[in-house]
């Protein structure tokens, strides 16, 4: 089964920006957020940092809690670990490392580095005894593609699934086929609407819907009918509320309110509250240096009452077209 997010987790990935990467005009911008995250959450979990230099983190580590950091050293390609991180299974209870093809989200961007490092980390001797690893390389998927309640359903887009450069051959029934037998869900929830302009993931659902909670949806919800995205999201907010939990009621449904709009250029970029990550303790939440943020965090703190609520600048983030979710990966208890 894939447990969901709020599952307890031993580990979470970052994967760090170097020169190498995309990041290279904006590093001094991008570090500080990487920084922040590993600082955070290295106070409540172990934090694994795919880097392709130890010694060029270390500095940005002085906050953190260092008993706590794991280091795997490999090439890179870029930072996207929610992408090419490994989509750990639960099998009777024992985790598994799944290794899918990651292919640049339909050949946008090469991968070919990226797409080694679940290997690596299984090769490592960083993962405990007893974990074990499942070669899924001839499906491409991407870890912000689903979404999983832990109890046998999966929430996905049709935009990104049934994309032509990802599993083109495959149907949409033979996609759903998949996801079951390798996930052991019972159902597949298809979200057929639903964008964000600068949008790379051709709709990542992490972007636009998430599950908190086995009955409860968060979504991105446009108010302004003036905005571009306003029929898309609104007939995914249609979609949503026709949607049904396995008892057969509808899903408690949150939404969240559209970022502001902010540009690189005349660019739009896809800036979103969706992208936020729940972890052990804490769930960090992507702000923007809006003032919509306070009251992003004020609804957070509502519905995550157990929890921190920690707001991370994800400004840096956007201009490489990803926010929070995006550069982490979380693993389940028993990992690491």
Request: charged share 20%.
């Amino acid at each position: 089964m894939l447990p969901a997010e709020w599952a307890p987790q031993s580990a979470v990935q970052l994967t760090w920006p170097d020169e190498s990467t995309d990041w290279v005009d904006i590093l001094d911008e991008v570090y500080p957020v990487y920084a922040q995250l590993a600082n955070c959450l290295s106070q409540y979990s172990k934090v694994l940092i795919v880097c392709a230099s130890k010694e060029a983190v270390l500095p940005f580590l002085e906050h953190s809690k260092m008993d706590n950091i794991l280091f795997l050293q490999h090439p890179i390609n870029d930072t996207w670990a929610r992408d090419h991180g490994a989509i750990t299974v639960l099998e009777e209870g024992c985790p598994v490392l799944y290794d899918f093809k990651f292919n640049g989200w339909g050949l946008k961007f090469a991968a070919d580095k990226d797409n080694l490092l679940t290997s690596a980390l299984y090769a490592s001797g960083l993962v405990k005894e007893g974990v074990g690893y499942q070669n899924q390389l001839n499906f491409v998927l991407e870890g912000g593609a689903i979404e999983s309640d832990g109890l046998g359903t999966i929430i996905t887009t049709s935009e990104c699934l049934l994309s032509p450069n990802r599993n083109g051959a495959f149907t949409k029934e033979q996609v759903e086929l998949y996801l079951k037998d390798c996930f052991g869900v019972k159902r597949v929830l298809w979200i057929n609407n639903g964008y964000l302009a600068g949008d790379d993931t051709d709709s990542h659902v992490d972007t636009l819907v998430r599950l908190i909670n086995e009955n409860t949806l968060m979504y991105v919800q446009c108010a302004d009918e003036k905005d571009e995205h306003y029929p898309a999201l609104r007939a995914m907010e249609l979609e949503l509320q026709q949607f049904k939990q396995t008892n057969g009621l509808p899903y408690i449904l949150v939404p969240l309110p559209m970022a502001d709009v902010v540009f690189d250029g005349a660019d739009r970029l896809p800036a979103t509250y969706a992208n936020f990550l729940i972890t052990n303790r804490q769930v960090l939440v992507p702000t923007y240096n809006s003032p919509k943020d306070t009251l992003v965090l004020d609804l957070f703190k509502r519905e995550f009452k157990n929890h921190e609520i920690v707001g991370i600048n994800c400004l840096p983030l956007i201009k490489q077209h990803g926010s929070l979710h995006c550069i982490t990966m979380q693993y389940p208890q028993g990992v690491f």
